[in-house]
């Protein structure tokens, strides 16, 4: 007979896939969007997103940032430089702390 897991955060049953977190040094377990909300998984996509949104947008815009020539699909451009690899180092944190029984 299987175990039933409580989520960490919510202190719910988890029902569905189950990720193993390490707080402050001792094991849990999560929700998916339990996960989600997890500070420390965040910080990290954040400061990644940061340093590769940065250099992306100096690589690729660079040359109409400097020069003054900006245009309208910047407005779009630079936010989505920095939401794909937020998106990218959140997906690889979450499929790493994927936890089968």
């Given at each position: 007979?299987?175990?039933s897991l409580i989520c960490g955060r919510c202190k719910e049953t988890i029902n569905g896939s189950t990720y193993?977190?390490?707080p402050n040094g001792s094991s849990e377990y999560r929700h998916f969007w339990c996960l989600l909300a997890y500070f420390p998984m965040l910080n990290r996509s954040l400061m990644a997103a940061g340093l590769v949104g940065t250099i992306l947008i100096l690589l690729n815009q660079g040359d109409f940032i400097v020069s003054g020539n900006f245009y309208r699909a910047l407005i779009w451009k630079i936010p989505l430089t920095y939401i794909v690899?937020?998106?990218v180092a959140t997906w690889g944190a979450v499929t790493n702390?994927?936890?089968?029984d």
């Amino acid at each position: 007979m299987q175990k039933s897991l409580i989520c960490g955060r919510c202190k719910e049953t988890i029902n569905g896939s189950t990720y193993l977190v390490s707080p402050n040094g001792s094991s849990e377990y999560r929700h998916f969007w339990c996960l989600l909300a997890y500070f420390p998984m965040l910080n990290r996509s954040l400061m990644a997103a940061g340093l590769v949104g940065t250099i992306l947008i100096l690589l690729n815009q660079g040359d109409f940032i400097v020069s003054g020539n900006f245009y309208r699909a910047l407005i779009w451009k630079i936010p989505l430089t920095y939401i794909v690899p937020f998106c990218v180092a959140t997906w690889g944190a979450v499929t790493n702390c994927k936890f089968i029984d």
